[in-house]
């Protein structure tokens, strides 16, 4: 069932989502070659905490910590870990979640160690780019698979493999909300936009094949060939006049020029 929010609902979800940036911005501040992704999500968690919210993320459906950071060929749900050192070159996709007054906060971005290969900068940028394709499409009266097709058809251009077995979804006062929103589809398809409607766009793009392996600790999701993956999130209020993103990078960006 999709739920409809109104624009005082959209405002929270909106101050859940500039939290979550503010949380990645602190994150990306910190991300150097030497610190484990550990240390990364105790800054989150205590930055999530300070402001008033609780990480969303930490014991949902048993979910052991705040953040989900994932380097390399990991695609999502990474486990921060201190056995997990990061190193110049490697990218680390962090996917961060918070619940405050009613509402929840959910957004990624993916982050350079240091200098990395021409190779994997341009995965980072086919994939951001993915992403403000797809969002274009968000607005009342188009179809979730024009947001799935413009997602798919941009990365695809790059000889990219789009993973198939996760996908975005709506956002609310739960994470995941109706509709499901695939990174890959056809234009027309699928549920219809409607004013109201909050869906998180979430392209999981991988620099080889699509194809992805679960492991065994029950959560991450690598890349089968083990090249690496990007992921980028947005949380996105349809409106008629187009998508209002509720999700800030320039707040993660600014952080990182500094
Ligand atoms: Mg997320
Ligand atoms: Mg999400």
Redesign the pocket.
């Known amino acids: 069932m999709i739920h409809l929010k109104t624009d005082e609902e959209i405002e929270l979800l909106r101050e859940n989502n500039i939290l979550v940036s503010q949380t990645l911005a602190e994150v990306g501040r910190h991300i150097r070659p030497g610190v484990t992704t550990l240390e990364l999500d105790r800054i989150a968690e205590e930055f999530i905490r300070a402001h008033g919210a609780v990480p969303a993320f930490l014991g949902y459906q048993g979910f052991p910590a705040s953040l989900c950071v994932s380097v390399n060929e990991q695609v999502v749900h990474g486990i921060p870990s201190a056995d997990c050192v990061l190193k110049e070159g490697d990218i680390v996709s962090v ?1 961060c ?1 918070t619940f405050m007054k009613g509402f929840v906060g ?3 971005y993916t982050f350079a160690v240091g200098e990395v290969s021409e190779e994997v900068r341009q995965l980072m940028e086919v994939t951001k780019e993915a992403l403000h394709k797809g969002t274009a499409q968000a607005k009342a009266g188009n179809r979730v698979g024009d947001v799935s097709a413009a997602v798919q058809e941009y990365a695809e251009r790059f000889g990219y493999g789009v993973v198939r077995e996760l996908e ?2 709506g ?1 609310g006062r739960k ?2 909300e109706d509709p499901g929103v695939p990174n890959y589809g056809a234009r027309g398809r699928g549920p219809l936009l409607k004013e109201g409607m909050v869906i ?1 766009i ?1 392209p999981m793009i991988n620099m080889g094949t699509k194809a992805v392996v679960f492991e065994r600790d029950g959560w991450t999701v690598r890349t089968r060939d083990r090249k690496p993956a990007a992921h980028y ?1 947005f ?1 996105v209020a349809v409106r008629k006049n187009g998508p209002d993103v509720l999700t800030d990078f320039s707040i993660i960006e600014k952080a990182l020029n500094n």
């Open positions: 996917d979640g959910d957004s990624a975005g979804h956002l994470m995941h998180c979430e999130e949380a």
